[in-house]
C-alpha cells in the first residue's frame, strides 16, 4: 500500500460519510431515526413482502433488533405485518400508505443530494479502483521479469 493507495481510501470514505450523514439528517427531519428509514427503504427495494429475518439480513442486524424497528414503525402507522402463508412463525412486512409516502419523499431527497454529489462519491471509488487496477499490472509484470 502506498500514500496513494491510503488518500484514495481516505477520499471514498470521506464521501460515503458525506452521504450518510446527509441521509441520517434527512431522516430525523422527516421524524425517522435513520434505521427506521433504512428498514423501509429494504421493504419498499425487496422483490415481493419481505420476512424479519430477510429485512434482518438486509440490515445486517440481528433478529430481535428488526422486530424492535417494526414495532416502532407500526405503532405509527408506517407498516404493517401480515403471515406468510400457513407458517404462524414468519411473518412479513409491508408499508402503508403513511409509511409509502414518507419513503417517497426521503427518496426523492437522496436521488437529488446523489445527483450532486454522486461525481465526487463515484470519482473516489474509481481512484480506488484504477490504483488497485495498476498495482496489480505491476505486480504481474515483475512476476513476468
Known amino acids: 500500500m502506498t500514500a496513494a493507495d491510503y488518500q484514495a481510501l481516505a477520499e471514498f470514505r470521506y464521501q460515503i460519510r458525506r452521504f450518510l450523514h446527509f441521509s441520517e439528517e434527512a431522516a430525523r427531519l422527516a421524524g425517522l431515526e435513520p434505521a427506521q428509514h433504512q428498514l423501509l ?3 419498499k427495494g425487496h422483490r415481493g413482502e419481505p420476512t424479519v429475518g430477510d429485512l434482518a439480513e ?13 414495532d416502532r414503525l407500526a405503532v405509527r402507522g408506517f407498516v404493517r405485518r401480515g403471515r406468510v402463508g400457513a407458517d404462524r ?5 409491508r408499508l402503508t400508505r403513511k409509511g409509502e409516502a ?6 426523492r431527497d437522496h436521488r437529488a443530494e446523489l445527483q450532486s454529489v454522486g461525481r465526487e462519491l463515484a470519482a473516489a471509488l474509481q481512484a480506488i479502483v484504477a490504483r488497485k487496477r495498476v498495482a496489480s499490472s505491476r505486480r504481474e509484470t515483475c512476476k513476468a521479469s
Open 58 to 70: 438486509r440490515l445486517e442486524l440481528r433478529h430481535h433488533s428488526v422486530v424492535e424497528l417494526i
Open 41 to 43: 427503504l429494504a421493504v
Open 102 to 107: 414518507v419513503l417517497h419523499k426521503l427518496s
Open 89 to 93: 412463525r414468519q411473518v412479513s412486512i
